[in-house]
T-cell receptor, first 111, second 114 residues
Framework: DAKTTQPNSMESNEEEPVHLPCNHS???????IHWYRQLPSQGPEYVIH???SNVNNRMASLAIAEDRKSSTLILHRATLRDAAVYYC????????????FGAGTRLFVKA | KAGVTQTPRYLIKTRGQQVTLSCSPI?????VSWYQQTPGQGLQFLFE???????NKGNFPGRFSGRQFSNSRSEMNVSTLELGDSALYLC?????????????FGPGTRLTVL
């Protein structure tokens, strides 16, 4: 199974942009890249997903490298409510659909 | 629209017992996935069901099993519990079962094995 690698933790100041990196060097051609986040004492929640092109939604942007071996989740203006563990996930078709979670990056946001 | 619900929220069992956890997906969702979350191993995929059929299974022993009913509700069962099975068990539902489907997670069932 393809794997993702993320930094254990990152810190940001409130109101500043945050770039959360993810490495997925063994990604397959049809694997989709998803990002979820988990706030304290809650289940994960969807943030964004993409295949090859950069993607934007109201929560964040996803920048995918041309070779697809890495991606970056961009939070344009971090708030205290964005403090969470962010997971970079590959959604793979292995005859059924398997979701492979990485270890996640814990984001700390300073006021 | 109600979110994913999981019951019970907390459970304490002893080694050797078995346990059944329940998950009710969002109305209209046909796919349910189960995950185990522990501090040491993080989030690990257990299995995914779509229209009552298991579509995929993670690397867990046969003691872990599941099923999905015709109304899309799902149960997972763990037999012969071990201390290492203590974890947060998360259920997620999605409309369909595909590479781009968004998964909506429930709050989880916290299982403690003594």
């Amino acid at each position: 199974d393809a794997k993702t690698t993320q930094p254990n933790s990152m810190e940001s100041n409130e109101e500043e942009p945050v770039h959360l990196p993810c490495n997925h060097s063994t990604i397959s051609g049809t694997d989709y890249i998803h990002w979820y986040r988990q706030l304290p004492s809650q289940g994960p929640e969807y943030v964004i997903h993409g295949l090859t092109s950069n993607v934007n939604n109201r929560m964040a942007s996803l920048a995918i490298a041309e070779d697809r071996k890495s991606s970056t989740l961009i939070l344009h203006r971090a708030t205290l409510r964005d403090a969470a563990v962010y997971y970079c996930i590959l959604r793979a078709d292995t005859g059924g659909f398997k979701t492979i979670f990485g270890a996640g990056t814990r984001l700390f946001v300073k006021a | 629209k109600a979110g994913v619900t999981q019951t019970p929220r907390y459970l304490i069992k002893t080694r050797g017992q078995q346990v059944t956890l329940s998950c009710s997906p969002i109305s209209g969702h046909r796919s349910v996935s189960w995950y185990q979350q522990t501090p040491g191993q993080g989030l690990q995929f257990l299995f995914e069901y779509f229209s009552e059929t298991q579509r995929n299974k993670g690397n867990f022993p046969g003691r872990f099993s599941g099923r999905q009913f015709s109304n899309s509700r799902s149960e997972m069962n763990v037999s012969t519990l071990e201390l290492g099975d203590s974890a947060l068990y998360l259920c997620a539902s999605s409309l369909l079962s595909g590479l781009t489907d968004t998964q909506y997670f429930g709050p989880g069932t916290r299982l403690t094995v003594l």
